[in-house]
């Protein structure tokens, strides 16, 4: 899915048509019926880590609709249609420890999502004006053009995707919002302070959070702390920090802790500023066999036993174990 720095560039493209009013609407999803939106205004967006917000308000001068003119909500089958595309063909054993989630999109169990009860699918009447988009695996937006196939699919068909949410706007533009899940929330979750793009984001805070007694690959991939950090920032950031995924980060030193954080926001701005000067983002571990060394690089499944597990890549000798804990004291006098 995408990584903090491709949700800001979705921002950015999203960011000229605030202010305008969509004019018509198209798109395949079923949960957030597209013609919801029809004459809303686009009044404000927003992201916060890999999430992204579009505030939605109707004509001041018409107010909300005074009756739901929606069809009947769908049936919960329905729900399926939000899934993600189908994902390359990884081999047999690429299911749950697949780097790729198999899942419509990965929720984070700790993220930092509203309650349940506060999302709906009504359109944006009352307090719930902003729809919150998360992407999958594949998720894109699109300006005044539409995604084309770029490979046929297993039965040959050259089939372009099919976006979820097309808004045409009165400037006479549009956007297509692929493979994401969308849902309407009464305002944007903000902690900026936890979002490693953001300028408020809080060292202190998220020094604390990885020293925990926990591995820090865990640490890193915790939105409440590490907001848009994904599976490519964390692998790269510890590699170039020089840390073994599985150390625990209370065994760390202050400094080596703060090397790392300063990685993370290091390789994620320059992936940032890298997209918006058009340069690929050069990875240096993720999903490679050798290390710029030179060395043999592992890989491994790796989470929270009974968590969602994510393929990690480290190199053993640039990023050595920390040696064993001092076992308790065993000596009888
Ligand atoms: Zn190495």
Request: aromatic share 8%.
């Amino acid at each position: 899915m995408p990584e903090g720095p491709s949700v800001r560039k979705f921002h950015h493209l999203v960011s000229p048509f605030v202010g305008q009013q969509v004019v018509k609407t198209g798109g395949s999803s079923k949960k957030l019926c597209p013609t919801t939106l029809q004459s809303l205004w686009l009044q404000d967006t927003q992201v916060h880590g890999k999430k992204l917000f579009l505030r939605f308000d109707p004509d001041e001068e018409m107010g909300p609709p005074a009756s739901n003119p929606l069809p009947e909500p769908l049936q919960k089958g329905a729900q399926e249609e939000e899934a993600v595309a189908p994902e390359p063909a990884l081999g047999p054993n690429s299911q749950k420890t697949s780097d790729e989630p198999s899942q419509p999109t990965e929720l984070d169990p700790h993220g930092l999502d509203v309650p349940e009860s506060l999302w709906g699918e009504s359109p944006a009447t009352g307090a719930q004006r902003w729809l919150q988009v998360s992407f999958g695996l594949f998720g894109s937006v699109w300006v005044n053009e539409f995604s084309r196939a770029k490979k046929a699919n297993k039965r040959g068909d050259w089939r372009d995707p099919v976006p979820r949410l097309v808004l045409h706007f009165g400037g006479g533009g549009f956007l297509a919002f692929y493979n994401c899940q969308m849902c309407w929330s009464p305002s944007p979750v903000v902690k900026p302070t936890c979002d490693i793009l953001s300028e408020k984001f809080h060292r202190g805070q998220a020094l604390e959070a990885l020293g925990q007694a926990q591995p820090v690959c865990y640490t890193l991939l915790d939105q409440r702390y590490f907001s848009g950090l994904g599976n490519i920032i964390k692998n790269e950031a510890l590699y170039r920090a020089g840390i073994h995924p599985l150390s625990r980060g209370s065994r760390l030193s202050a400094s080596c802790l703060e090397a790392l954080v300063d990685h993370v926001v290091q390789f994620s701005s320059d992936w940032l500023r890298g997209k918006f000067q058009g340069t690929p983002q050069h990875t240096q571990i993720y999903r490679k066999d050798q290390c710029p060394a030179g060395h043999q690089v592992l890989k491994e499944a790796l989470g929270h036993p009974g968590g969602f597990q994510r393929l990690t890549w480290w190199c053993p000798q640039c990023q050595p174990q920390l040696p064993p804990e001092e076992p308790q004291q065993l000596q009888h006098p």
